[in-house]
């Protein structure tokens, strides 16, 4: 792997978590320069590597969320597995770990044990449920903290079961919670050089997704309002909607703001509706959205998806199409934004398009430096960094252990 560069050069991170959620957050502090040693079963390894594989014995999915890490394989069941896992930590700046609550304490690896070593260590820990509670204890997978954390109430349409988005959102958004709680545990760690221990940070699946749901709770606990799935609607905004065309294509339209409104309708020959009083403002929009729903889709149903976007763009109307994955990979914004990136995969002829790095920083960018490694791929380098070669490497190896 090329030498680290980005702002997290020079911070090491150690990853012990299997899936999406603190992957996401190894990944992303990888992609900015942190070494990330990614931690796998012996033989095995994260069960991602598997999942939606579609050639190969490494899944396009791991190679993404394993971007810029090392992987080492380690038995963390075995003690000579667990104290080279201490060793490592030792010598590390944050650790990433998503087991089940006591999980690592049970493999004398939890925070008080890791800190006594290492008194400046960040713990991240990504769990269903948290840490505490009466429901820590639980196993947590991404689609039930949707569920838990109130997304599902709101999906779909009233007259049908909820629905999922197609990704691990919840895992997702831990990932970034992740992120932020570990950068700020290092930002306070550089602050306070002398403050111990170092922090632990806490983030659950479930309350990642609950802290999207803006006033979904206020709402109700002010004026007992209980909200339901709105289709493609955005409750309490109008007109934000999706809207079928003449081709069979959809166009998304946000006419919500008050200017915003007047040059929708202007822009789709509804002159009146921009001096109705009814509708000088959000509130009475929202109280007559079918109205202006049913304005819109007339009007789009006249014209090519394309055609409808380009009047609405003159008009300055915030809108767009939906995007297939093959229309995303022809996008030229995605490639201008540097949002398409081109990589040789192992197994696969030809490049590979990935998504690219987010955020853009223009002093100190991230970068990709490799794909998701093989299993085991680093062991011998980072264990000759923690002073184990030759014969020692030898014995843990042979006795499965590596």
């Not at 791991?62 to 080492?72: E, H, Q, T, W």
């Not at 949707?146 to 999922?164: F, M, N, V």
């Not at 997702?172 to 550089?190: P, Q, T």
């Not at 920083?361 to 085991?376: M, S, V």
């Amino acid at each position: 792997m090329s030498q680290q560069t980005g702002p997290l050069a020079g911070i090491r991170v150690v990853e012990l978590g299997n899936f999406i959620a603190a992957p996401t957050a190894g990944r992303l502090l990888a992609d900015f320069g942190a070494d990330v040693v990614k931690v796998e079963r012996p033989g095995t390894g994260d069960e991602l590597r598997r999942w939606r594989l579609h050639a190969g014995d490494t899944s396009l999915l791991f190679r993404a969320l394993g971007r810029n890490k090392r992987s080492v394989t380690v038995d963390l069941r075995r003690p000579e597995g667990q104290e080279l896992v201490r060793t490592l930590a030792a010598r590390s700046d944050v650790l990433l770990e998503n087991f089940r609550p006591g999980t690592l304490e049970r493999w004398g690896l939890g925070p008080d044990e890791l800190r006594a070593l290492n008194p400046r260590l960040v713990v991240v820990r990504v769990s269903g449920y948290g840490q505490t509670g009466p429901y820590r204890d639980r196993p947590g997978f991404g689609g039930v903290a949707e569920a838990i954390g109130g997304l599902r109430a709101l999906t779909g349409y009233p007259d049908r079961p909820p629905t999922r988005v197609g990704v691990s959102l919840a895992d997702s958004v831990a990932g970034l919670y992740a992120v932020i709680g570990a950068l700020m545990g290092l930002l306070r760690r550089d602050r306070e050089p002398g403050a111990a221990p170092g922090e632990v940070v806490d983030v659950a699946l479930y309350e990642a997704v609950y802290s999207l749901m803006e006033s979904l709770l206020p709402d109700y606990a002010a004026f007992g309002v209980v909200r339901g799935p709105a289709g493609s609607a955005l409750p309490g905004v109008a007109p934000s909607n999706t809207y079928r065309c003449a081709d069979g294509k959809y166009i998304v339209v946000s006419g919500n703001g008050d200017a915003i409104f007047r040059r929708l309708v202007h822009s789709i020959g509804r002159d009146d509706l921009a001096g109705d009083p009814r509708l000088a403002d959000n509130a009475g929009r929202v109280e007559h959205a079918e109205l202006l729903d049913d304005a819109i889709g007339a009007w789009t149903a006249t014209l090519s998806q394309e055609a409808a976007e380009a009047v609405l763009r003159e008009a300055s109307v915030p809108c767009g199409p939906i995007l297939t994955a093959a229309d995303i990979a022809k996008d030229p914004h995605f490639e201008a934004r540097g949002m398409h990136e081109r990589h040789h995969v192992r197994g696969h002829d030809g490049e590979v398009t990935f998504p690219g790095i987010v955020p853009t920083l223009t002093e100190r960018p991230g970068r990709t430096r490799a794909l998701g490694p093989e299993l085991g791929e680093h062991t011998e380098a980072v264990l000759a960094e923690l002073g184990v070669t030759g014969e020692a490497v030898t014995r843990l190896r042979e006795s499965g252990v590596i």
